[in-house]
């Protein structure tokens, strides 16, 4: 479960963060070699999307390029708004 928005002044960033962190290393722990993750919090618990994609984007680069068990990620944008807040994330 990712962390409900209270205005960013209450360590959301990093409980995000280490949202995905966590997922990905049970996905590899586990023996997975995909993942598919939602846009985490950036629905009922109303996190800013493109602040969440930047992050999100963050983690899973960085997990990458220090663990190659994982061969596919996946991004499920449910929305053309947050689909185009990922796809800046990664430029």
Not at 59 to 65: A, K, N
Not at 68 to 86: G, H, N, P, R, W
Request: some cysteine; proline content about 3%.
């Amino acid at each position: 479960m990712g962390p409900i928005w209270r205005g960013g002044d209450n360590n959301e960033d990093e409980l995000l963060a280490s949202c995905y962190r966590s997922s990905l290393q049970l996905a590899v722990d586990n023996g997975l070699k995909t993942i598919a993750f939602p846009s985490i919090s950036t629905g009922a618990y109303k996190f800013p999307i493109k602040r969440a994609a930047k992050i999100a984007i963050k983690e899973i680069y960085d997990f990458l390029c220090q663990n190659d068990s994982l061969t596919q990620v996946i991004m499920v944008c449910f929305d053309e708004m947050t689909q185009k807040a990922y796809e800046e994330a990664l430029e």
